[in-house]
């Protein structure tokens, strides 16, 4: 079975652009979360969805947004990007009541 | 202050030796605890997931959560070369992993 998809792998954008990012959870899943990592740090909660509504929402502000469509994959979108979002972003699946497992993730760098 | 400590390392060991990893955390509320482990550019990957206070062993790995102390610990028997990663720590208040509240990491090397 196909692990959880991320595309793209890496991108660079400029400040002040928007960035989409995509996620596909394995098959069954139907909760996605995502997660921002800075490098040196630890994953920070961003995102959960559940059958395509929002569960829980991190510290993060307003510029970040996120999506579940009926497939389950996902969608996160950051405007009006800023350097400090340079970080590698990280999307996780899993079962009702279960682990989640993570996908590769998306490196982004803002210059 | 973070609600999860973790002991930034790095750590360096001969191959053989026993690792102890440590993570503190700050909010009394949470239940489950998990371990990661984490290759250079690539997604964390599940090693534990315990509840309860006490030990939780699997294979070379067992892992502790003292609830009262508000500490967990990671041991590695037998450490191998192909242990070398950055081991994080996680923790939820309630059965849902997908809210999951991380330490920083600690980068370990085992040495050949």
């Known amino acids: 079975d196909a692990g959880v998809t991320q595309s793209p792998t890496h991108l660079i954008k400029t400040r002040g652009q928007h960035v989409t990012l995509r996620c596909s959870p394995i098959?069954?899943?139907?909760?996605v979360s995502w997660y921002q990592q800075v490098l040196g740090q630890g994953p920070q909660f961003i995102f959960q969805y559940y059958e395509k509504e929002e569960r829980g929402r991190g510290n993060f502000p307003d510029r970040f947004s996120a999506r579940q469509f009926p497939n389950y994959s996902s969608e996160l979108n950051v405007n009006a990007l800023l350097l400090g979002d340079s970080a590698l972003y990280l999307c996780a699946s899993r079962p009702s009541g279960g682990e989640q497992f993570f996908g590769p993730g998306t490196r982004l760098t803002v210059l | 202050q973070k609600e999860v400590e973790q002991d930034p390392g790095p750590l360096s060991v001969p191959e053989g030796a026993i690792v102890s990893l440590n993570c503190t955390y700050s909010n009394s509320a949470f239940q489950y605890f998990m371990w990661y482990r984490q290759y250079s550019r690539k997604g964390p990957e599940l090693l534990m997931y315990?509840?309860?206070?006490g030990n939780k062993e699997d294979g070379r790995f067992t892992a502790q959560v003292d609830k009262s102390s508000k500490y967990i610990s990671l041991f590695i028997r037998d450490s191998q070369p192909s242990d070398s990663a950055t081991y994080l720590c996680?923790?939820?208040?309630?059965?849902?992993?997908?809210?999951?509240?991380f330490g920083d990491g600690t980068t370990l090397t085992v040495k050949p």
């Open positions: 098959s069954g899943h139907k909760s």
């Open positions: 315990t509840y309860s206070s």
């Open positions: 996680a923790m939820t208040l309630n059965t849902n992993a997908g809210k999951s509240t």
